[in-house]
């Protein structure tokens, strides 16, 4: 039977008078303990202790902050792995704050001395992270550098903390304090510039994507070679809005990065067909190559994932239907359609001209019928053995795709390419 409504008041009243007394409590206690002589700034235990202060900002207790600082407790001490400052921070304190700022807290130290700490970052940076507009703003009139880096590399500076946050007033308040557009701490394999960090989110903020263009952010910068292109990365999330607004401000359609893929190879990946005309309509490459390590032309993508629209899209945009496998990995388009058994598209294929006996990429490639014996598409190995008008190597295929079917259980595929190739040889 649920609680009535004076039941549930009188625990919350209690509880409330319970938590007064403890705090009158610890007050009294640490007053005692400051008249009998305690050092406030005594060294805590090196296994992860704390500073009094610290301990006092972590309760959440105003007075017993204050009663420190009055007593002397130094604001900077750092003979605790975190400052004063940070942990107040973290709190979202605004009080505990505006108390350490008036104390001479350093508004720029680094939250923990570890560097390799998930936590070294600057109280800026940290309230950048949570979205704390008032404790921001609080920093940055005491003086916070806006751009000062973090200590590790991949948390960067308050503009790409904020941009990572999503929280676009944050972006704002920093870019109007001199933030950094295209700060990048430090070139590793996880930098990213603050436009980066706003378009490596599942959903773009175009709030902050336009207000980082707006203030400078260079829209072909990548930071690091194993980072996307910003319009590749738009096009992943199938952002039609977020790849206008990039390609608006000059961002290079077909640029790649260590990869090699494009954004158009990147948005077939999304079938959205109405980002596909942006990109092709903005000049995109339709016949960029695949990359060497599982890469897929555009259209190698879109058979693959047995998009029609698309790939008919694509052909009537002069896709090259018979475009080379990916060294490592890599299909053809026809190949790619086969395995996956879309047989519209095979059809559509063929009738675009593809190639029956294209060769399979060098490293895990397949042959056409290769592929569809392997995964057991009889009608597509029937197609294919019809469409098929190279008699002088007929057998040998026959006999390969027939051992791949049959090591996959697939027995009467197996058996209809032993009985095609013995048909053809003794027709020979």
């Given at each position: 039977m649920p609680c009535s409504d004076k039941f549930y008041f009188d625990v919350t009243q209690t509880a409330k008078k319970e938590l007064a007394k403890t705090s009158i409590l610890q007050t009294t206690i640490l007053q005692?303990?400051?008249?009998?002589?305690?050092?406030?700034?005594?060294?805590?235990?090196?296994?992860?202790?704390?500073?009094?202060?610290v301990a006092a900002i972590k309760s959440g207790e105003l007075e017993l902050v204050r009663s420190l600082l009055q007593r002397g407790a130094k604001a900077n001490c750092r003979n605790s792995e975190q400052t004063a400052l940070g942990e107040a921070v973290n709190r979202r304190s605004t009080e505990l704050v505006a108390l350490l700022i008036e104390a001479g807290a350093d508004v720029d130290a680094y939250y923990s001395k570890d560097e390799s700490s998930l936590e070294s970052r600057t109280p800026l940076q940290a309230a950048a992270?949570?979205?704390?507009?008032?404790?921001?703003?609080?920093?940055?009139?005491?003086?916070?550098?806006?751009?000062?880096?973090?200590?590790?590399?991949?948390?960067?500076?308050?503009?790409?903390?904020?941009?990572?946050?999503?929280?676009?007033?944050?972006?704002?308040?920093l870019l109007a304090n001199g933030a950094d557009p295209n700060a990048c701490a430090t070139l590793c394999e996880h930098s990213s510039t603050a436009l980066g960090y706003a378009l490596s989110r599942c959903s773009i903020n175009i709030d902050i994507l336009s207000?980082?263009?707006?203030?400078?952010?260079?829209?072909?910068?990548?930071?690091?070679?194993?980072?996307?292109?910003?319009?590749?990365?738009?096009?992943?999330?199938?952002?039609?809005?977020?790849?206008?607004?990039?390609?608006?401000?000059?961002?290079?359609i077909n640029s790649t990065s260590e990869d090699k893929r494009t954004a158009l190879q990147a948005a077939t990946g999304t079938r959205n067909i109405d980002l596909i005309k942006t990109l092709i309509g903005a000049g995109a490459d339709v016949n960029a190559p695949a990359g060497p390590e599982r890469g897929r032309t555009a259209l190698q993508q879109a058979v693959e994932h047995g998009d029609i629209e698309i790939s008919r899209f694509l052909l009537a945009h002069d896709a090259d239907v018979n475009a080379p496998a990916g060294h490592s990995h890599g299909i053809t388009a026809l190949q790619g359609a086969m395995m996956n058994g879309h047989l519209k598209i095979v059809l559509m294929l063929l009738q675009a001209g593809a190639q029956v006996n294209a060769p399979p990429a060098s490293t895990e490639g397949r042959m056409a019928l290769d592929a569809a014996a392997e995964h057991g598409r009889l009608d597509i190995v029937l197609l294919l053995l019809k469409n098929d008008d190279d008699a002088e190597a007929i057998e040998l295929r026959c006999k390969r795709a027939a051992k791949l079917a049959a090591l996959n259980g697939h027995l009467v595929i197996a058996r209809i390419l032993r009985e095609h190739r013995t048909s053809r040889g003794s027709t020979a």
């Amino acid at each position: 039977m649920p609680c009535s409504d004076k039941f549930y008041f009188d625990v919350t009243q209690t509880a409330k008078k319970e938590l007064a007394k403890t705090s009158i409590l610890q007050t009294t206690i640490l007053q005692t303990l400051l008249n009998a002589g305690a050092d406030v700034n005594a060294p805590p235990s090196p296994q992860g202790g704390i500073s009094a202060l610290v301990a006092a900002i972590k309760s959440g207790e105003l007075e017993l902050v204050r009663s420190l600082l009055q007593r002397g407790a130094k604001a900077n001490c750092r003979n605790s792995e975190q400052t004063a400052l940070g942990e107040a921070v973290n709190r979202r304190s605004t009080e505990l704050v505006a108390l350490l700022i008036e104390a001479g807290a350093d508004v720029d130290a680094y939250y923990s001395k570890d560097e390799s700490s998930l936590e070294s970052r600057t109280p800026l940076q940290a309230a950048a992270l949570s979205g704390s507009i008032q404790i921001a703003t609080m920093l940055l009139n005491a003086g916070a550098i806006v751009n000062k880096p973090s200590a590790r590399s991949f948390i960067g500076t308050a503009l790409q903390c904020a941009a990572g946050g999503n929280c676009a007033e944050m972006v704002l308040l920093l870019l109007a304090n001199g933030a950094d557009p295209n700060a990048c701490a430090t070139l590793c394999e996880h930098s990213s510039t603050a436009l980066g960090y706003a378009l490596s989110r599942c959903s773009i903020n175009i709030d902050i994507l336009s207000a980082l263009i707006n203030a400078g952010a260079d829209v072909n910068n990548i930071a690091h070679p194993r980072s996307a292109h910003p319009v590749r990365q738009a096009a992943s999330k199938g952002n039609v809005e977020a790849v206008q607004l990039l390609l608006e401000a000059g961002a290079c359609i077909n640029s790649t990065s260590e990869d090699k893929r494009t954004a158009l190879q990147a948005a077939t990946g999304t079938r959205n067909i109405d980002l596909i005309k942006t990109l092709i309509g903005a000049g995109a490459d339709v016949n960029a190559p695949a990359g060497p390590e599982r890469g897929r032309t555009a259209l190698q993508q879109a058979v693959e994932h047995g998009d029609i629209e698309i790939s008919r899209f694509l052909l009537a945009h002069d896709a090259d239907v018979n475009a080379p496998a990916g060294h490592s990995h890599g299909i053809t388009a026809l190949q790619g359609a086969m395995m996956n058994g879309h047989l519209k598209i095979v059809l559509m294929l063929l009738q675009a001209g593809a190639q029956v006996n294209a060769p399979p990429a060098s490293t895990e490639g397949r042959m056409a019928l290769d592929a569809a014996a392997e995964h057991g598409r009889l009608d597509i190995v029937l197609l294919l053995l019809k469409n098929d008008d190279d008699a002088e190597a007929i057998e040998l295929r026959c006999k390969r795709a027939a051992k791949l079917a049959a090591l996959n259980g697939h027995l009467v595929i197996a058996r209809i390419l032993r009985e095609h190739r013995t048909s053809r040889g003794s027709t020979a």
